[in-house]
């Protein structure tokens, strides 16, 4: 018998065994989709932190300690792919003999022994400018200093040595290169050293002479091995490193450049985790709402069939065995199907799998099944209960306690009280290896998603509930005053219905602004640390110069020019780049957030306008007490090859700038800095495009330049935010792909709810000698109802949503959007496809209720 009764449930009524399915299907795939795509962002921001370190670890050997010891236990941890040494010296300095006869001198230098193949092990470490790093190579810097070139000669003061020259190289990653190995966060040194001589080891002890020695290995690890959650990575290198100090028994210490990195990486994974959070669990409540209403469409056939039943004498317990075996195979075929539309989107991860397909077939037998129980529990159901039953008109309790204004006073209060301070929601402070998360903020969007909804309900209630005129005469009969009474005696469950609609558009919508402004903020990060939508590059101060010719390519639209020098404010060494003020926002991504207090326009209208203007950051401007209007020199070199102190005025401040470091750095007029130093040169072109590949791919830079684009491969720009780098394309696709389903997908079902509900109603209709057309007139005034308000509603349901994201999350921003994005492509797409499908939905299900039949009228 139960094996009959599902076959022939199934057989009977495929059409709402395939809807169920389908509504659970569309769960499971966004439920498996989402938890995916979360593996996958820390997976590749793990690969990405890591990639970014050019050497994992520097092994420093103790003073008085044999680094013999360290070698031998190095050579026996297990995750290394290889380990170099490298020395240290610190010296007196350097000079050299120009071939004018003149004689230049530096401070205090180190003399750096590097092995032959050091360039090749440690890939980032050191970029070549000229000539050959096989040898005795110079510092960028240090060359400048020494106005030497390959073939000079460098006298290392204390040991009296010389050496020549073979080369002058870069070192992108100086901070970690030189830095104070086993000293607290925060406390090494502020910069790294100007003036390095890079030798072969043969010939670095006797160059150093009797300077004191540091001793190095530098580590690269296996990154294969590291799990895929950058705090789990770290933990694990950090127990690694512990591991490798406790056996050498504190006969070296350990610089973790790897931990550091993936430290950071675990703000970015939290705010992955976030952002999946607050846009991704919206989306999937949404679709469990949907699967619910769609597979409770069956709820009144399975009455009528669990009356039946009962009248024949099944017990409840087989009543409910033979409706839960029919919601079992619902939620097994939506299984199936929902995996199998995951895997089409794109890899899936197998535990997210798992859970989806459990929680799909859960989904299923609780909705069926929960209206069942219910009528067991209240005895035995008659087939025409149904028939008899009156729509509610009265509020729901949660309105009726006023939860709604509750709930957004809560939200407006903890907004207020979370953002005016400047917080941030995710914090890691440096050296601590735990990253705590303000959740406090995050009530806010929590709060205001249903207080939003049961805003709408109470609204779109009170619209329903207005009495019309007086009724008149009807002569085309049309019955607008009954349709009109109709709508009013159903304004509850329309209301209901609206509601569902604006939750479905508000999370489509907000989905969109968010992922839309975030999409514009991570291009303008991406163009500020390239400089433009392509850069050209030569090292500042390199003696160089770059002709603008070079890039008149096709496609082009502007091209800037800027001179990178490096300038000394007091004793500090910073970036300074020298601009056409008036016109470098052609090709330069430039944002108020840039200059706080002022337009960056107004800020750099003023520096053009002020010939010796200099615009400086807010660390220099407070370590040095200066004001706007303050005179300031800055020690630049000149064209003879030496330092010389200039005069400039501050005429602002800056935070950011095209390819500028995140720290200090200054900017001045270009045609200024040429005159007062003499030196016209361009290090920089900033090019505006709009096919950045392409444009990169046909320039053709001089030796020594560089070409970089926004499309170049992420890992190579180290972009200010590691999701920036990463773009949310992903999370962007899945909750617009799927809201846009969903939204249309509620306004269908919430219309065919509403004609499966009225189809007795119409078939009295008809029996009482109403058309088919005056028929569907009620259906069609209760569908542009229920479209207009939930529309209406979840457009500014949306935006408050998008809005109060945007702000909650400013942290992910660098810089910080000036206002939201709104694609008004898309939210004008969203609602045609919720027009096109009601209207779709209204015009068919107003023919099935028009047909009146035999079981139509025993139905009655």
């Known amino acids: 018998m139960t094996t009959r009764y599902v076959l022939q449930a199934l057989r009977r009524r495929p059409a709402e065994t395939l809807a169920a399915a389908l509504a659970v299907a569309l769960t499971v795939a ?167 001589l890079l030798v072969a080891p043969e010939r670095f002890r006797d160059l150093v002479g009797s300077a004191t020695v540091i001793h190095q290995f530098h580590v690269r690890l296996n990154h294969g091995e590291l799990p895929s959650d950058p705090a789990r990575a770290a933990d694990l290198i950090t127990l690694r490193s512990n591991h490798l100090v406790a056996d050498i028994a504190g006969s070296a210490l350990i610089g973790d450049n790897l931990e550091v990195a993936l430290s950071a ?36 056939r399975q009455r009528r069939d669990l009356a039946l039943l009962r009248l024949r004498g099944v017990t409840p317990r087989r009543a409910a065995t033979l409706l839960g075996l029919v919601a079992l195979i619902d939620g097994l075929l939506g299984a199936a199907l929902g995996a199998v ?55 729901p309790l949660p309105l009726r306690l006023g939860l709604d204004f509750l709930l957004l006073a809560g939200s407006a209060m903890v907004f207020w009280l979370t953002s005016r301070g400047g917080y941030k929601v995710v914090v890691v402070p440096e050296g601590v290896p735990v990253a705590s998360v303000n959740y406090a903020a995050l009530l806010a969007p929590a709060l205001l998603w249903p207080g939003m909804a049961l805003l709408t309900w109470r609204l779109s209630a009170l619209v329903l509930a207005r009495r019309g005129r007086r009724p008149g005469t009807d002569p085309s009969g049309r019955l607008p005053d009954l349709r009109r009474d109709v709508l009013r005696r159903r304004r509850r469950v329309v209301a209901r219905g609206a509601t569902g609609l604006a939750v479905a558009v508000a999370v489509t919508v907000s989905a969109a602004v968010f992922t839309t402004t975030y ?11 390239v400089g433009s939508d392509v850069a050209i590059t030569l090292p500042a101060d390199s003696g160089g110069t770059l002709d603008p010719a ?28 020298g601009v056409d003020a008036a016109t470098v926002g052609r090709a330069a991504p430039l944002e108020d957030a840039f200059t706080p207090g002022s337009s960056v326009r107004a800020v750099m209208a003023n520096l053009a306008a002020t010939r010796d203007g200099v615009l400086l950051s807010q660390e220099t401007l407070h370590d040095y007490q200066l004001h706007t209007g303050d005179a300031v020199r800055l020690r630049l070199r000149t064209d ?43 290090e920089t072109l900033l090019v505006r495009t709009g096919h950045p590949a392409r444009v990169a791919a046909a320039i053709r830079p001089p030796t020594g330049a560089q070409v970089n684009d926004t499309t170049s491969p992420r890992v190579a720009v180290v972009s200010a935010s590691g999701l920036a780098a990463g773009s949310l394309s992903g999370l962007a696709r899945l909750s617009l792909t799927f809201g846009l389903l969903l939204a249309g997908a509620s ?114």
């Open 30 to 196: 966004f439920l498996v989709a989402l938890g995916s795509f979360t593996t996958r962002t820390g997976a590749r921001l793990t690969e990405r932190a890591a990639a970014r370190v050019p050497v994992d670890w520097q092994v420093q050997v103790t003073p008085g300690s044999d680094p013999a010891v360290a070698r031998d236990a190095l050579a026996a941890t297990p995750g290394l792919t290889g380990f170099r040494a490298v020395d240290y010296a610190k010296v007196r300095g350097l000079t050299s003999k120009s071939a004018d006869g003149q004689t230049r001198t530096t401070g205090a230098a180190y003399v750096v022994s590097l092995p032959a193949d050091y360039a090749s092990f440690a890939p980032g470490q050191l970029r070549t400018l000229g000539g050959s790093l096989v040898g005795a190579a110079l510092q960028q810097q240090t060359a400048a200093n020494l106005a030497a070139a390959p073939g000079d000669t460098v006298t290392v003061l204390g040991s009296g040595r010389t050496v020549a020259v073979t080369g002058v190289a870069e070192l992108p990653t100086a901070d970690s290169f030189f830095q104070v190995v086993g000293a607290p966060a925060g406390s090494g040194a502020s910069a790294p050293p100007d003036n390095v």
């Open 265 to 300: 990486a675990r703000e970015d994974a939290i705010y992955a985790g976030l952002l999946v959070l607050l846009l991704g669990v919206p989306a999937l409540v949404l679709a469990g709402v949907v699967a619910l209403l769609l597979i409770s469409l069956r709820n009144d």
């Open 341 to 395: 539309l995951a895997r089409a989107l794109g890899t899936v991860s197998v535990p997210w799998l798992a859970g989806g397909t459990a929680a799909g077939v859960l989904l299923a037998v609780v909705t069926e099944l929960a209206p069942v129980a219910r009528l067991l529990r209240g005895g035995p159901p008659t087939v025409q209960d149904a028939a008899t039953a009156l729509p509610a008109t009265r509020s």
């Open 519 to 529: 999409d514009r903020q991570a291009r303008v990060d991406t163009a500020l640390t």
């Open 550 to 577: 070079i890039a008149a390519v096709p496609g082009v639209t502007a091209v800037e020019q800027v001179s990178h020098r490096l300038v000394y404010v007091g004793p500090d060494l910073q970036d300074l780049y």
């Open 640 to 682: 003879q090859g030496a330092y010389r102190s200039i005069g400039f005025h501050v005429v602002g401040v800056i935070t950011e700038f095209a390819t500028a470091p995140r720290d200090s750095f200054v900017v001045a007029n270009r045609s200024y800095l040429a005159e007062a130093t003499g030196r016209p040169a361009v």
């Open 747 to 860: 306004a269908g079902l919430v219309l065919v709810a509403g004609a499966v509900q009225r189809r007795r109603a119409t078939t009295a209709l008809a029996v009482l000698g109403a058309t088919a057309r005056q028929r569907a007139g009620f259906l069609w005034t209760e569908a542009r109802a229920l479209v207009a308000l939930g529309v209406i509603g979840g457009l500014v349901a949306g935006g408050l949503v998008a809005a109060q994201l945007i702000k909650v999350l400013n942290g992910i921003f660098d810089p910080p959007p000036h206002h939201p994005v709104v694609p008004w492509d898309f939210v004008a797409a969203t609602v045609l496809a919720v027009l096109a499908t009601a209207a779709a939905t209204t015009a068919v299900t107003a023919r099935w209720t028009g047909r009146v039949d035999a079981s139509r009228l025993r139905d009655l």
